[in-house]
């Protein structure tokens, strides 16, 4: 088995909080100076710039797991990543016909904008993306995992926006892939406090918001190759693949 790193929850231009330097060549320069083989693409509650970026990671030899980062009805924050640009574009429809829509003031919340290779505004979402779908943590799981996609409980570490924040325990019987560890916690710490975490899969990521932040922790993917069946087999633990959180 190869080691890849990884860095699973990076925000582009797209989400309202996203500096607007985190654009797709930005992010991929970012992460090839920092020797990362593995990108999570994950705006707030939207893929649009997702499918591009890994259209243009393979340049770099970069794998891009496209998705978005998912606010649930709890205000629970989620990570979903699909396989193909088909079960994308059905997750998005997914999000679209959820999310509360409140008008977007981008000189008070943030641009959202869409952008092509050259950086070029194309498009811009003109709800506030950092609003909540109507859809609970348990349905967000089913829809992500019916698309054929990996769903992981974002940061639960975190005073806000997490599993353990908002509900106060990880439900019973939620299925997910990973737990996402952010890199303000020490993992040991972290499963000292919390022993009904210990055996699950965890992910270390960096929620990347500003390029320096980009790889500001990762996880190591063991892997025979850099392919998204590859990534997928280590999140089921298959065939020796798997997932190492530092």
């Known amino acids: 088995m190869k080691e890849y790193r990884a860095d699973l929850h990076i925000h582009t231009v797209l989400s309202p909080c996203g500096d607007l330097e985190m654009s797709p060549e930005n992010i991929l320069?970012?992460?090839?100076?920092?020797?990362?083989?593995?990108?999570?693409?994950?705006?707030?509650?939207?893929?649009?710039?997702?499918?591009?970026?890994?259209?243009?990671?393979?340049?770099?030899?970069?794998l891009v797991l496209p998705g978005a980062e998912v606010t649930t009805r709890e205000e629970v924050h989620c990570l979903a990543?699909?396989?193909?640009?088909?079960?994308?574009?059905?997750?998005?429809?997914?999000?679209?016909?959820?999310?509360?829509?409140?008008?977007?003031?981008?000189?008070?919340?943030?641009?959202?904008?869409?952008?092509?290779?050259?950086?070029?505004?194309?498009?811009?979402?003109?709800y506030y993306l950092g609003s909540s779908v109507d859809a609970s943590v348990e349905e967000v799981a089913e829809n992500a995992h019916s698309l054929g996609g990996i769903f992981i409980p974002a940061h639960i570490d975190r005073h806000k926006n997490s599993l353990y924040s908002q509900l106060g325990f990880i439900p019973a019987g939620l299925d997910f892939d990973a737990l996402e560890v952010s890199w303000r916690t020490a993992l040991e710490d972290f499963l000292g406090r919390h022993p009904e975490v210990q055996g699950k899969r965890?992910?270390?990521?960096?929620?990347?918001?500003?390029?320096?932040?980009?790889?500001?922790?990762?996880?190591?993917?063991?892997?025979?190759?850099?392919?998204?069946?590859?990534?997928?087999m280590a999140f089921r633990g298959e065939n020796g693949r798997k997932i190492v959180a530092a």
């Not at 992460?31 to 990671?57: C, F």
């Not at 079960?87 to 904008?113: A, K």
């Not at 992910?203 to 069946?229: K, M, N, Q, W, Y």
């Open 202 to 232: 965890i992910v270390r990521s960096s929620d990347a918001h500003f390029l320096p932040d980009i790889g500001r922790i990762t996880s190591v993917f063991l892997l025979e190759e850099l392919t998204c069946d590859e990534v997928w």
């Open 29 to 62: 320069a970012a992460a090839r100076r920092k020797n990362i083989n593995i990108l999570g693409i994950t705006d707030h509650n939207h893929t649009g710039n997702a499918w591009l970026i890994r259209e243009m990671a393979k340049e770099y030899q970069i």
């Open 81 to 126: 990543f699909f396989p193909s640009r088909e079960s994308l574009v059905l997750f998005q429809d997914f999000l679209t016909g959820r999310i509360v829509r409140i008008p977007n003031r981008p000189e008070i919340l943030g641009y959202q904008v869409l952008v092509d290779r050259e950086e070029k505004v194309i498009d811009e979402v003109d």
